[in-house]
C-alpha cells in the first residue's frame, strides 16, 4: 500500500517523465506502427491506397534481388564490425593499459572531435583521397604502382563505414579496458601467462560486454547506413538501405519499402537481442 | 642451518624521482616464514612485487636459487603470490581458477582437474569447486586463493597482507591454517603486512621497514624485547620509550637522567658516552605496579588515565607529573587486585634487565 508521499513522488517522476514518453509515442512507436499497417497498403495509379493485403509481402520476400540485397548487407556490415573491432582493438588496448590517465583523457576527447562534423562532409573528403587522381593513386605513382580504383567498390563502402564508426569502437573498447582490474592481469602473470596471452585468458573474457557492445553498435550504423554504400560504394550492389530509396522512387512503392525496413528492424532486433543476451550470460552457479 | 633460498643484493627501487626502496640487502631462508612489516608506504609490497617479478630493481639484484632474476619475466618465474584483493578472475568458477596456473603451464586437462580438486579438498572447500566466484563468501574466496597459488606447488609463496579483508575471527582461523600449512609443505612463506599480530603470530622471522628501509631483521622475540632503534621501538606497539642524557657508565650498566627521573639500563652492546644523548625502552608487560613506593632503582609516579581491554589483557595508560606517557600491560586477574580509579596515583616499576637501550639512529 503506498502511502500519500510515494504517490506524490510518483507523480513527481512522472511529470518528469512525460515529455520522453509522449515524445517516443508520437515519433517512434507511433511511426512504426504506421509503417507496419502501410506494409499492408497497395498502390494504384501511383497513389497509396488503404488495404490489409499480404501482396507487398508475397512480392518482396519472393524476389531474387531483395534476398542478394539483404544477405549483402548482412556480409557487409558483418564484414565492417570485423573490421572496426580488430583495427580499434590494439588501439584501444594502447589507451587503456600504455597510455598515462592524461593521455588516455586525450585521446577520448581527439576521438570525439570527428562527431562534430557532418558524417556526409567526412564522406565526400574521402572522394580527393581515394579516386584514381587522388592523395593515394599519386603517391603510389611515384613508385611505379596503380592506379587502383577504390571509390565504388566494396573497399570504398568499408572505408565509409570506418569513417562512422571507427571512433565510437575505439571510444568504447577503451572505456571497457580502462576499466579492468589491474591486479587480474598481474595475477595471471604470475600464475604463468605470457603478455600476450593475457589477452585471450584474462582481456578478453573481463571485457567480453563492452566488446559486444560495441560490436553491435558498429553492426546497426553500418547496416543502416545509406551513406557509405550509395556514395563510396557507388551502389553497385544495393544495401537495403538503397533498396529503400529505389523502391520508393521507383512507381511510389512506399508498402513495400515498408516492407524492407520491417525486415530490417527484425533483423537488428534479432542481432541486438542475442548480442546482449551474450553479453551478459552468466555461468549457472553449479554445472 | 637452511640455506638461502633468496637473496636481495643492494637493491633500491625507484618511480621516477622517488625512492620507494633502497639497500635492500637481506636472505630468505628455505622453508622459513618470513613477515615483511611496516606502516603503509614503506615499500613492503614494493619488496614483494620485485620478487614476483612485477617490478623491476633499479639498482642491485635479487636471485632465487642463485640465479638473478632481474631479466626473468613474471610468467617465468614460480614465485605465486596471494594478492590482498584475491585478484581471483570472475568469469571462472572455483576449479577453474585453481587450474588457471596449470593450464597456463602446459598440464592436460585430467592432471589439471584432478590436481585442483585435490587442493580444493586440502582447503575444506570442494564442495564449492563449481561455484562462480561471485557466489563465495570471503574466508572460501581466501582458501581458492590459496588453492590457486599452492596447486602451482612452488619453493616460495608470496603472500600480500591476505586476511586483511576478513573478519577478526576468520584471521584469527586464517592464520592457524597458513602457519599449519607451511609447516606441513615446509616451504617458503613471505607474509607482508602492516599487523604486527598477524606477524608476531606466524613468522619465524619478522623485517620491519620503515620509509623504504629495512630497520631490524630478527626473531619476533628479539623484534618485541629488543628493537634496534627508536622507530623499532615505537611502532612495535606497546613499549615505554625514554630519553634522555648519560650521567655515569659502569661495566654494564649506565645511568640516565630523563626528565621523568635516573634509571639504570643495561648498555649492552650498545656504545655510550658520559655526557650525550641516549634513549631505553621497556615492553609494557614488564612493568609492575604498587600502590606504596616500590624499592629499586627504576620508578616512576604516575596518574592513571584510562584502561585498554583486549581479552584477558589489559593496557593501563598513564602519565607523571612532566606529563609523559607510560604503558602497563597486564592480565586483568592481577588488575583487579588494586582496584584502580581513573586519576588514581600509583607507582611503577622495573628491573634493570628489563630494559633495553636503543641505538642512535
Known sequence: MPSSADRKLNLYALTWRLPIIFWQFIFFVGPVLFMVAMSFFLVKNYRMTEAFEFVNWSKMLSRGYFWDSYWYT????????????????????????????????????????????????????WFVILSENGVINGMLNYIGLGPYTMLNTNFGTLVGYMTLTLPLVVILQTVTMANIDKNLIEAARNLGCSAFRTIWQVIIPLSKTGLIIAAIFCFILSFGDFVAPFYLGGSQEPTLPILILDTTKSGQQWPRAAVVAIMMMGTLFAIAFTGIALAYRKKKGAK | MSKPLVVFDKVQKNFGNFVAVKELDFEIREGEFLAIMGPSGCGKTTTLRMLAGLETPSVGEIRLNDRGMNDVAPHERDTPLVWQSLALFPFLTARENVEFGLKMRGVDKAERRERALKWLAKMDILEFADRDISTLSGGQKQRVALARSLVMEPQILLLDEPLSALDAHLVIRMQAVLTDLQRELGITFVYVTHSQSEAF?????????????????????????????????????????????????????????????????????????????????????????????????????????????????????????????????????????????????????????????????
Open chain 1, 74 to 125: 548482412v556480409f557487409i556490415a558483418g564484414v565492417s564490425t570485423l573490421c572496426a573491432m580488430c583495427i580499434a582493438f590494439p588501439a584501444a588496448f594502447a589507451l587503456a593499459f600504455r597510455a598515462s590517465e592524461n593521455t588516455r583523457r586525450w585521446a577520448i576527447f581527439l576521438l570525439i572531435i570527428p562527431f562534430f562534423t557532418s558524417y556526409l562532409v567526412r564522406t565526400f573528403s
Open chain 2, 201 to 361: 603470530a606466524m613468522a619465524d622471522r619478522v623485517i620491519i621497514m620503515g620509509k623504504g628501509e629495512i630497520a631490524q631483521i630478527g626473531s619476533p622475540k628479539d623484534i618485541y624485547r629488543e628493537p634496534a632503534n627508536q622507530f623499532v621501538a615505537e611502532f612495535v606497539g606497546r613499549n615505554n620509550i625514554l630519553s634522555g642524557n648519560v650521567a655515569s657508565l659502569s661495566d654494564d650498566t649506565a645511568r640516565i637522567t630523563t626528565p621523568s627521573g635516573d634509571f639504570t639500563v643495561p648498555t649492552n652492546e650498545v656504545r655510550l658516552t658520559e655526557g650525550h644523548n641516549a634513549s631505553f625502552v621497556i615492553s609494557a608487560d614488564l612493568v609492575h605496579i604498587s600502590m606504596g613506593e616500590p624499592e629499586g632503582s627504576n620508578k616512576a609516579q604516575c596518574k592513571l588515565i584510562s584502561e585498554e581491554f583486549v581479552g584477558s589483557m589489559v593496557t593501563l595508560f598513564l602519565e607523571d607529573a612532566q606529563g609523559h606517557e607510560f604503558k602497563v600491560q597486564m592480565q586483568e586477574r592481577e588488575l583487579s587486585k588494586f582496584d584502580l580509579k581513573s586519576g588514581a596515583e600509583i607507582w611503577l616499576s622495573w628491573d634493570t634487565a628489563s630494559a633495553h637501550v636503543l641505538n642512535e639512529s
